[in-house]
Nanobody, 122 residues
Framework: QVQLVESGGGLVQAGGSLKLSCAAS?????MGWFRQPPGKEREFVAS????????YYADSVKGRFTISRDNAKNTEYLQMNSLKPEDTAVYYC??????????????????WGKGTLVTVSS
């Protein structure tokens, strides 16, 4: 069983940046991020494969967000730039037993973090 703990959320003005981190309790394969805006369903944001050579992004964040990982630290990151009010959501770290990244749905995920709130003010 892998435990995932997110950090780095907070309040930021539109156009600003935040960097989320997710620390895993052990070795992980493919990892990613989902988010759940207020009153909406959880949605895919980004994913990265085990060696970091393959990444996928939702169209809504492409060019603004960057996913990365440091396997020596069992940690993944989400650098979020040019933030918009519509990026406001609880952001969840996700991990899968597969090594392949992709455009996932929540049912694909094997392990979840508890989430961290990102609020973007206009």
């Amino acid at each position: 069983q892998v435990q995932l703990v997110e950090s780095g959320g907070g309040l930021v003005q539109a156009g600003g940046s935040l960097k989320l981190s997710c620390a895993a309790s052990g070795r992980t394969n493919a990892m990613g991020w989902f988010r759940q805006p207020p009153g909406k369903e959880r949605e895919f944001v980004a994913s990265i494969n085990r060696n970091g050579g393959s990444t996928y992004y939702a169209d809504s964040v492409k060019g603004r967000f960057t996913i990365s990982r440091d396997n020596a630290k069992n940690t993944e990151y989400l650098q979020m730039n040019s933030l918009k009010p519509e990026d406001t959501a609880v952001y969840y770290c996700a991990a899968r037993t597969t090594i392949m990244a992709g455009t996932w749905v929540p049912q694909d995920i094997d392990y979840w973090g508890k989430g961290t709130l990102v609020t973007v003010s206009s």
